[in-house]
């Protein structure tokens, strides 16, 4: 998903350059963006129920062509109820260079911890047979024995980037956090080439405080403001 905008409409158009999904775990189900409607035309009724094999079990649409990439992560990663693919164009563009995003700073650690991880390109078998679905296992595959919850994001090389989260409200919240991240990145770079990540200590304060086992960030009654 990404936004543009149009200076003839003078407002800012949703393009169908992505996907959301969201799943009910005790159901075994999940919805999901049907393939190629337009944001601004979508209805809830529009969204595309799929149980964890694969079938469709109801909507009038096909879903998301990236279906089976949301499948593969809902089956690796059991702590996740939300996923976000987007090709937003600054997280994009670091995808694109094969490039992770190092953590230059602390509104990157408040979220992340540590880099955003850039994935290899799929081999040619890979994309010839099941695309959609070698994504979500490349992905799965590179996070496993990690904590996926820290990094909730990745790029995928000359591709663009998915995010996750507890539930689809977080896992675009996420999505809009790599976009910035992502750009103050790019552009610290082009302030100082030799630009290093921040400290360690640094990173770690930042992160675990807000979402260590001692986190202090925010309020007790639960009403943080991001």
């Known amino acids: 998903m990404v936004f543009t905008y ?75 109820g939300g996923i976000v693919h987007t090709h937003s164009s600054w997280a994009t563009s670091w995808a694109q260079s094969g490039r992770g995003i190092p953590c230059y700073g602390t509104t990157h650690a408040d979220y992340i911890y540590g880099e955003v991880p850039c994935l290899r390109c799929l081999t040619k078998e890979e994309i010839e047979e099941g695309y959609e679905k070698n994504t979500g296992l490349l992905i799965a595959d590179y996070f496993k024995g990690k904590e996926y919850m820290a990094v909730p994001a990745c790029l995928c090389k000359n591709h663009g980037p998915f995010t996750w989260g507890k539930d689809p409200k977080e896992a675009v919240h996420n999505a809009v956090v790599l976009e910035e991240v992502a750009k103050m990145a790019y552009r610290c770079e082009q302030i ?10 640094l990173q770690d304060k930042h992160y675990l ?3 260590g086992a001692n986190a202090y960030y925010g309020q007790k009654n639960g009403e943080n403001e991001r």
């Open 6 to 80: 149009n200076p003839l409409l003078k407002s800012y158009e949703a393009q169908i350059w992505g996907n959301v999904s969201a799943i009910d775990r005790e159901r075994g189900m999940f919805v999901i963006k049907p393939s190629g409607v337009d944001y601004n035309r979508l209805k809830p009724e529009d969204m595309v129920v799929m149980d964890l094999e694969g079938r469709k079990v109801e909507g009038k649409y096909n879903p998301s062509s990236d279906t089976a990439t949301h499948l593969e992560l809902y089956k690796a990663f059991p702590k996740i």
């Open 209 to 211: 405080r807000k979402h």
């Open 192 to 201: 100082n080439p030799d630009v290093i990540p921040a400290p360690q200590e």
